[in-house]
């Protein structure tokens, strides 16, 4: 079945009729919806809204069609005493129709959901359960649980899928059109839980916080930087992942991580990258996935990873996860809205129905986020602020000599440092992004005027992190792992990727 983007194609008004709910807006021919697929709905009467959504089960109703002079429109109808009962006494229905789910709502003519009680819809739907169970349903009625969540809804551990008549009675049969989903239905089999490798200071896993993930585990070696993720996250294990016993790794559905590599020259055909001692942290993430076989998991790395060795470096690591449907790419993060053109690659992989593609950027080059935009509203009492390196005399000389955008060419050769790299003492510029975010002290990263560089929080802005994101711990374990960092919006962008993939899933194959 086609993978759509939820993305909201109609909105409209409808009458309220008698007969029950019929749809033949020319817009279905934009959805999942064609004429001869199948669906079924969801009945949420507390709040007085039926969900219709695709499914591949034959037995299931059909979209019908009505010819048309130059061709054919799809026909939903539903006539059931269920949906009719639903929406007795209300004024009027809208309808909202997204490329795999359509919901249609109840309202009155005061714009509440209130001419009938929702104990009378209760006793209408002869339902035995407390209707205040039915799963949540905003715009989209998937939601994801955990462990101990589950362990309430279902009363132990084991997960399995419940049948509607463990929960439900009725006077007479129901249709087996229609699907009436309590607490128990909160048993997805695959919920937004995530274990997290080379956690670092948690700026990956802070974005797919954001996104409504539950990180249950996270790993990571260096202690100091550990303080920042413990701070602002939780529980971290701290330890070396080439040592950890990774049959201790709990099950969770995706795996997400950043692993350094630094060996993209000593491979050739006699030789592999993932035998090369620099890559074997690559190697490690690798045996973590095989052991916890999850649905998804997201490699991020630098963008040599998918071109070393004419891209040997990628197929090795295609071959060791060939039970995965794998897709890459290089994505800069300005393009999401962080203000900083960081490139970073990214692999995901996915034993869900389809590949998971990467996130598009939004943003074209002139509406990207600016230093000045992220700089704005600084002051010495925000925390990290005052977090900078004090520069020894003739680095403070140096710096004087760098002009905006420039970098260590710009210093007199009598007083340059050696191992001159272009990316040294580069002085950021007001007006466009930041140039790749690394260790501000090693590099010398400028501020785009005052002679020293960034600030630690300066640093964290241009990876969108909020002000009460707080780094812990010695200033040079806080510098390092601002370097390594994915920014937020980035992270998020990648983050909602699976997350639209696991939800489409979880409708198709777990509630229809």
């Known amino acids: 079945m086609k993978n759509l983007?939820?993305?909201?194609?109609?909105?409209?008004?409808?009458?309220?009729?008698?007969?029950?709910?019929?749809?033949?807006?020319?817009?279905?021919?934009?959805?999942?919806?064609?004429?001869?697929?199948?669906?079924?709905?969801?009945?949420?009467?507390?709040?007085?809204?039926?969900?219709?959504?695709?499914?591949?089960?034959?037995?299931?109703?059909?979209?019908?069609?009505?010819?048309?002079?130059?061709?054919?429109?799809?026909?939903?109808?539903?006539?059931?005493?269920?949906?009719?009962?639903?929406?007795?006494?209300?004024?009027?229905?809208?309808?909202?129709?997204?490329?795999?789910?359509?919901?249609?709502?109840?309202?009155?003519e005061e714009g509440l959901n209130n001419q009938r009680s929702e104990k009378q819809i209760q006793k209408s739907l002869k339902q035995v359960t407390d209707i205040r169970q039915i799963l949540k349903v905003k715009n989209k009625f998937c939601v994801s649980l955990s462990k101990k969540d589950l362990q309430k809804a279902v009363g132990d551990e084991s997960y399995q899928q419940l049948s509607i008549t463990d929960f439900l009675e009725y006077e007479t049969s129901a249709s087996s059109n229609v699907t009436y989903i309590q607490q128990a239905l909160k048993d997805i089999r695959i919920p937004l839980q995530v274990v997290s490798l080379f956690s670092g200071a948690g700026l990956f896993d802070q974005a797919f916080k954001e996104k409504g993930f539950e990180i249950i585990f996270a790993l990571e070696k260096d202690e100091e930087i550990a303080k920042t993720y413990?701070?602002?996250?939780?529980?971290?294990?701290?330890?070396?992942?080439?040592?950890?016993?990774?049959?201790?790794l709990p099950y969770a559905p995706i795996v997400i991580g950043g692993s350094p590599c630094k060996g993209f020259s000593n491979a050739n055909r006699k030789s592999n990258y993932l035998d090369n001692p620099n890559n074997q942290l690559v190697k490690e993430f690798i045996k973590c996935v095989k052991q916890i076989n999850p649905y998804v998991f997201v490699l991020e790395n630098v963008p040599q990873i998918l071109t070393a060795?004419?891209?040997?470096?990628?197929?090795?690591?295609?071959?060791?996860?060939?039970?995965?449907s794998i897709t890459k790419g290089?994505?800069?993060?300005?393009?999401?809205?962080?203000?900083?053109?960081?490139?970073?690659?990214?692999?995901?992989?996915?034993?869900?129905?389809?590949?998971?593609?990467?996130?598009?950027?939004?943003?074209?080059?002139?509406?990207?986020?600016?230093?000045?935009?992220?700089?704005?509203?600084?002051?010495?009492?925000?925390?990290?602020?005052?977090?900078?390196?004090?520069?020894?005399?003739?680095?403070?000389e140096r710096i004087k000599h760098v002009k905006s955008g420039g970098n260590v060419f710009d210093i007199p050769e009598d007083i340059r440092p050696k191992g001159q790299h272009s990316d040294m003492y580069k002085r950021l510029e007001w007006d466009k992004p930041a140039v790749t975010i690394v260790n501000p002290r090693k590099a010398m990263l400028l501020h785009p005027e005052e002679n020293r560089i960034i600030s630690l929080r300066e640093a964290c802005r241009l990876f969108s992190l909020p002000d009460t994101f707080i780094f812990k711990g010695a200033l040079s374990a806080m510098q390092e792992s601002i370097a390594n960092a994915v920014p937020i919006q980035l992270g998020k962008a990648i983050a909602q990727k699976v997350k639209d993939a696991i939800e489409q899933f979880n409708i198709r194959e777990r509630y229809v």
């Open 5 to 108: 983007i939820k993305n909201l194609i109609k909105k409209r008004k409808a009458k309220n009729s008698k007969r029950g709910i019929y749809l033949q807006d020319r817009e279905l021919l934009d959805t999942t919806f064609q004429a001869g697929t199948n669906y079924k709905y969801v009945i949420d009467a507390k709040n007085r809204k039926v969900i219709i959504l695709p499914t591949d089960n034959q037995k299931d109703n059909t979209v019908s069609k009505r010819k048309l002079k130059d061709g054919i429109k799809p026909v939903i109808d539903i006539r059931s005493k269920e949906a009719l009962s639903l929406f007795q006494g209300v004024s009027f229905l809208q309808v909202e129709i997204y490329g795999d789910e359509i919901v249609i709502e109840g309202f009155s």
């Open 230 to 248: 413990e701070y602002n996250l939780g529980d971290i294990t701290k330890a070396d992942i080439r040592d950890f016993d990774k049959s201790k």
């Open 309 to 324: 060795g004419n891209g040997q470096f990628f197929e090795e690591i295609q071959q060791e996860l060939n039970t995965f």
């Open 330 to 396: 290089v994505v800069s993060s300005a393009g999401f809205g962080d203000a900083q053109d960081r490139k970073r690659a990214f692999i995901i992989g996915s034993r869900l129905e389809s590949p998971i593609e990467l996130p598009k950027p939004f943003l074209k080059p002139f509406e990207y986020k600016t230093v000045r935009e992220a700089f704005k509203g600084l002051n010495p009492f925000i925390p990290n602020q005052n977090d900078i390196s004090t520069p020894k005399p003739i680095t403070l």
